[in-house]
């Protein structure tokens, strides 16, 4: 019990400073103490503000108070030392570079605990303790350390700012207000902290609505990404199943080939050796016939020369030999252009499609716009590659092939072979296609994509969607004013691209092309234009 007083007593006489015992103690107005160079070093800080204040009540003095050393409590000191008790060793945390230090420590800071936005202080627990027992500062408002308390003060006039300005939208001090801010919108900053902490809670709500909306679109990619790795999972063992079907019925097909040529070659050869031998044994008969009649030419007696004429002057029929094939090799021709055959339809829907637009350019091709079948709201100009929507009729003479309720025009060239061409349109609504010549040029069903002549690629409303025979196919892909169009009518393959510094697919259409194919282009909204580009 009395070590427990005796550290008391030694608490009594510590530096609040230092926290260390007093040495040279100083007693300065306001009544606290505090060692000689501690309280110097404090008041030295504030030289520039010339007001000094009591580290501990806060209590200012102007001017700087001269300091006398206690004679009587550094008597008391001494006493105490000769107790053989040193100060306590101090169980508190030094601030390290992260931390925001004491204010108040010399030498050493301690790690502060909190900070005071009235008197813009940091302080450790041993400096904070007024603060929790004087009435003086009970109504300073205390938060967790900040190194952030200089923001606090006005850098004109170094006071506080607890005023806001809602007229510059910045904070200032009372004394600004009164100054360049005079006749402006000011309120409290506690006032404005509470507008904008509702405008904070309305973001906030916002963020968080924004935060649910992105992580339900983070699930529908997931689920389209899953999709997606699960029908080329499908389609990849679809195709490999037809590719093997595909091969077995070539080998199939391959070795009745290999049959029937066989089966015709034994027959023919059989054919040939059968005529063969029958020449061969006419050749005998004949040699043997010549050697028969040489020797009645030689016979003497005239009577046995007459009675054996008529049995050896008869010859016997000769083997018909107009079966004989000049060109036996003609009797596979036939077989060896149905294979090539089926090899060039083969190769023509197995070659590759060109990569780079560089490639795509390859195959490019004029088209231009024919006027005999554009709508009468369509204008046409740039040397009939341009379609441009008109508030007014166009004059154009009547025609069968011209469309008279959808905003559309075919080009005038046919599209055969290897074809890429470009279309450039930033407009609402636009529509690139092929189609036969034949399509309707009235009614809903002369719209390009709905019937079964036409192949159209539809921009509305910032999507893409492809259409064919009144079937609609949604398309992802960033909108692109320009757009490619890859046809090989011979390989049954149509391609739409969007065209900007790469080649990216939009859709892909393989299928089989019986008639010839014409470009198609329709255009929505009054003064909008969708326009062929010229390649070179």
């Known amino acids: 019990m009395a070590q427990h007083t005796v550290k008391l007593d030694q608490e009594k006489y510590s530096c609040s400073i230092c926290l260390d015992l007093l040495k040279d103690p100083v007693t300065i107005p306001c009544g606290h103490n505090y060692c000689m160079n501690c309280i110097k070093q404090h008041w030295d800080e504030e030289d520039q503000k010339k007001i000094y204040s009591c580290p501990q009540c806060r209590k200012t003095f102007i001017p700087r108070p001269v300091l006398m050393k206690n004679t009587m409590l550094a008597d008391l000191v001494e006493d105490l030392k000769k107790t053989g008790l040193q100060a306590a060793p101090v169980d508190h945390c030094y601030a390290g570079p992260e931390d925001v230090a004491c204010d108040v420590c010399t030498g050493s800071k301690l790690k502060a605990v909190k900070s005071c936005l009235q008197c813009l202080v940091s302080y450790c627990e041993q400096h904070l303790q007024p603060h929790y027992e004087s009435p003086a500062f009970e109504k300073h408002k205390l ?173 016997s029929e000769p083997t018909d030999s107009s079966s004989i094939n000049l060109c036996p090799l003609q009797y596979f021709d036939s077989v060896t252009v149905a294979v090539s055959e089926l090899r060039d339809k083969l190769q023509d829907i197995f070659r590759e499609e060109p990569k780079t637009r560089d490639e795509f350019l390859q195959y490019s091709v004029q088209v231009t716009l024919d006027p005999n079948t554009a709508h009468i709201r369509l204008l046409l100009s740039e040397g009939n590659k341009k379609a441009t929507v008109m508030r007014e009729e166009q004059t154009y003479t009547h025609h069968c092939d011209r469309f008279t309720e959808q905003q559309q025009v075919l080009s005038k060239e046919s599209l055969t072979g290897r074809c890429y061409w470009e279309v450039e349109g930033k407009q609402v609504r636009n529509t690139v296609a092929v189609t036969y010549k034949d399509i309707s040029r009235t009614g809903g069903e002369s719209r390009l994509g709905e019937n079964d002549k036409s192949w159209a690629l539809e921009y509305n409303y910032r999507k893409y969607k492809f259409i064919h025979n009144k079937v609609s196919t949604s398309i992802s892909g960033s909108r692109s004013s320009r757009v490619g169009v890859y046809l090989d009518d011979s390989a049954g393959i149509l391609s739409f691209y969007n065209v900007s510094d790469t080649m990216t697919l939009l859709h892909r259409v393989q299928t089989t092309f019986t008639q010839p194919l014409y470009a198609g282009l329709s255009v929505y909204g009054y003064d909008y234009s969708v326009e062929l580009c010229e390649l070179k």
């Open 143 to 315: 938060v967790n350390p900040s190194k952030k308390l200089q923001e606090n003060i006005c850098s004109h006039h170094d006071e506080v700012m607890k005023i806001f300005c809602r007229t510059d939208q910045q904070l200032i001090c009372y004394l600004c207000s009164m100054d360049e801010h005079d006749g402006h919108n000011k309120v409290s900053a506690a006032a404005e902290r509470n507008e904008k902490q509702r405008e904070v809670k309305a973001s906030q709500q916002k963020v968080q609505q924004r935060i649910q909306d992105r992580e339900k679109d983070v699930k529908m990619l997931q689920q389209e990404m899953e999709d997606m790795n699960h029908s080329a999972d499908e389609a990849v063992r679809d195709s490999e199943k037809i590719f093997n079907e595909l091969i077995h019925l070539i080998e199939k097909r391959s070795s009745d080939v290999k049959q029937q040529i066989r089966f015709r070659q034994k027959t023919e050869v059989s054919r040939v050796k059968e005529l063969q031998e029958k020449l061969q044994q006419e050749i005998t008969d004949l040699r043997r016939k010549v050697t028969e009649l040489k020797q009645l030419s030689d016979t003497k007696d005239h009577i046995q020369f007459l009675h054996n004429y008529s049995s050896l002057s008869q010859l």
